[in-house]
């Protein structure tokens, strides 16, 4: 499809009904819905929660431009003369006040340049490749405790739930103790979580009141008494950093890297239980040379559970997939349309664990690559490998089509796993 300058999502040159990113086609199988969008045109229209139509990038390459080209920005306004307000359009489409708004407007994610560059250095040196490797030993005792606790509770041949079990709880210990959330505090904040990922506009801004005063309580704490944990090292860092960190700038630090940080490891674990489930032979091949487990979970990793990436904002007006965007116009890279793109692997759909995906976008890429990356390939490797160790007769309690599946904005994932552990 070739369009005008004058050409917008809504234009009857773009005649296709707008596809909603987190209606029914595309929760009933991601894979298919995707591959349509992608097979339709490299830049598609959609929508995501019933808001104004966005353009959608669905093929590998341009995808990589988007999330990469500095064209696109991830805040609305860094769009030049663009007149555009801070942050995602979708706090304003969900009424969230200006109180609690910048705790997610200026969330790293949704920064440009200098002032995203000098959050994420703040942040970066909690996750080195040395402090995330120092980290294993920690990995292994939360896993080996969960396991324990699943051996007990499937004793009599009794169903157990890994989402509950094993899915949530590992990544939440791991975030937590490397931020410096106290045990006590973690359920509060997979709630929090939860009404984040879910976008409930009617509790947001009552989650995100209770967060930052939990957190500046947690501020308080450290700075009278500090340990070996991020918030620590953050309080530490307001000492050198020349534009002197404000406290709410650690306030939402510390709720980025804790929401950013556990429900989308949780989901990379079960999705990635299920795929093998199903693949006993994908399973057989990781048994039988456990080294290919690092390479393992990149494949798991591109096949779920990401789905798309935050908007993107032309910044100028910009040829796409031969669609000409103009500036300010909101682009959308479709992460799994990009990682199941024919164009780039073969025979996509399908796991193959010994495939060197270590090319995909499931992390994005460029400038907002997942900080956390190394930390969940990490975590993934050692919780999935000691499980099917622990448990080598693991099967699904239940048909495979009764399995409840979940929607976030970004993700999909399954949301109950009741195994039996064999
Ligand atoms: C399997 C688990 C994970 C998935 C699927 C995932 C996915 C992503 C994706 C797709 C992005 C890019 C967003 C964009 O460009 O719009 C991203 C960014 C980010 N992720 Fe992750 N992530 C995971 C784990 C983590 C963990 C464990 C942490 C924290 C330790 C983390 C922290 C972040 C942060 C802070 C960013 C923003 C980086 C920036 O804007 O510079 N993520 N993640």
Same mark, same amino acid.
């Given at each position: 499809m070739t369009a005008t300058a004058? !050409?917008?999502?809504?234009?009857?040159? !773009?005649p296709a009904e707008p596809i909603e990113l987190l209606g029914p086609e595309l929760a009933a199988d991601p894979y298919a819905g995707y591959a349509r969008m992608r097979e339709q045109a490299p830049v598609v229209t959609g929508t995501l929660l019933g808001g104004p139509p966005m353009w959608m990038v669905t093929r590998y390459e341009d995808v990589r431009r988007v999330l990469s080209? /500095?064209?696109? $920005?991830?805040? /609305?306004?860094?769009? /030049?003369?663009?007149?555009m307000d801070d942050g995602p359009p979708v706090l304003k489409q969900m009424d969230v006040p200006s109180d609690v708004a910048d705790l997610i407007a200026k969330a790293m994610m949704n920064l440009d340049g200098a002032p995203h560059a000098r959050l994420r250095k703040l942040v970066s040196r909690a996750f080195t490749a040395r402090r995330v490797a120092e980290m294993r030993p920690r990995i292994e005792e939360i896993t080996a405790t969960l396991l324990d606790r699943m051996a007990e509770a499937g004793r009599d041949g009794a169903p157990v739930d890994l989402v509950e079990s094993f899915c949530y709880p590992v990544p939440i210990a791991v975030i937590c103790d490397l931020v410096g959330i106290d045990e006590a505090d973690r359920p509060q904040w997979h709630r929090w979580s939860r009404v984040l990922s879910l976008m409930q506009a009617e509790h947001l801004p009552t989650i995100l009141r209770e967060c930052a005063d939990h957190v500046l309580d947690v501020i308080a704490r450290r700075r009278a008494e500090p340990r070996d944990d991020l918030i620590s090292a953050l309080i530490e860092a307001q000492e050198e950093d020349g534009d002197r960190l404000s406290d709410r700038e650690m306030v939402c630090l510390v709720f980025t890297m804790v929401t950013a940080g556990h429900e989308s490891t949780t989901y990379l674990l079960g999705n990635s239980v299920l795929a093998l489930l199903e693949r006993p032979d994908q399973l057989e091949l990781l048994r039988a040379d456990p080294s290919r487990w690092q390479q393992a979970v990149r494949e798991l990793m591109r096949l779920g559970p990401t789905q798309f990436a935050q908007a993107r904002y032309a910044a100028e007006e910009v040829e796409l997939g031969g669609v000409t965007i103009p500036a300010g116009s909101a682009v959308v890279p479709l992460l799994l349309a990009a990682n199941t793109d024919p164009r780039k692997y073969e025979d996509p759909e399908r796991l193959d664990v #010994? *495939?060197?995906?270590?090319?995909?976008?499931g992390f994005g890429m460029? /400038?907002?690559? #997942?900080?956390g990356a190394p930390l969940a390939y990490q975590e993934a490797e050692v919780a999935l490998r000691a499980l099917f160790d622990r448990f080598p007769g693991l099967s699904l309690a $239940?048909? *495979?089509?009764e399995l409840p599946w979940a929607l976030r904005p970004g993700f999909t994932r399954v949301a109950e796993l009741p195994l039996l552990l064999g």
């Open positions: 004058a !050409n917008s999502p809504e234009s009857a040159e !773009n080209d /500095p064209c696109f $920005v991830a805040n /609305p306004a860094s769009v /030049p003369g663009g007149g #010994c *495939r060197g995906a270590g090319s995909h976008v460029g /400038p907002h690559y #997942c900080l $239940v048909e *495979r089509e």
